[in-house]
């Protein structure tokens, strides 16, 4: 069971490599330093949002969308008033602007993260 939930957790920091690298390739953010992503990848992907898509089959997939989406939401919006950890180019996000409508937009894709995840996390053995 230990080894299925640290499964789960390296899903979600392969995941959160995914995304970084796309982010980088395209962009859509840059890092301060580059150790920000990678604290990014191991804390907030690998043990966050892995530890939600542990939860997903006991508390369903609509709690762990909404409690990842708050926590993205407060994460986003702590980067813009006390991390500073990254910055977006033009001051948007796709379409979004404004630390916001930013950080709502950044909020569901968290959102998505546990469940994506947990859909991914490999049979029972």
């Given at each position: 069971?230990l080894r299925?939930?640290?499964?789960?957790?390296?899903?979600?920091?392969?995941?959160?490599?995914?995304?970084?690298t796309l982010?980088?390739?395209?962009?859509?953010?840059?890092?301060?330093?580059?150790?920000?992503?990678?604290?990014?990848?191991?804390?907030?992907?690998?043990?966050?949002?892995?530890?939600?898509?542990?939860?997903?089959?006991?508390?369903?997939?609509?709690?762990?969308?909404?409690?990842?989406?708050?926590?993205?939401?407060?994460?986003?919006?702590?980067?813009?008033?006390?991390?500073?950890?990254?910055?977006?180019?033009?001051?948007?996000?796709?379409?979004?602007?404004?630390?916001?409508?930013?950080?709502?937009?950044?909020?569901?894709?968290?959102?998505?993260?546990?469940?994506?995840?947990?859909?991914?996390?490999?049979?029972?053995?």
């Open positions: 069971m299925r939930k640290a499964d789960v957790l390296v899903t979600a920091a392969a995941f959160g490599v995914l995304a970084e982010a980088r390739a395209t962009r859509l953010w840059v890092y301060r330093s580059p150790v920000y992503p990678t604290l990014n990848v191991i804390f907030m992907f690998g043990v966050v949002m892995g530890l939600l898509a542990v939860l997903v089959p006991r508390r369903g997939t609509g709690f762990c969308f909404a409690a990842a989406a708050v926590v993205g939401f407060l994460y986003e919006l702590a980067n813009f008033h006390l991390l500073h950890w990254w910055w977006f180019p033009a001051g948007k996000f796709l379409i979004f602007r404004g630390e916001l409508q930013i950080s709502l937009a950044l909020a569901l894709m968290w959102g998505v993260v546990p469940p994506l995840v947990a859909a991914l996390r490999p049979p029972k053995r």
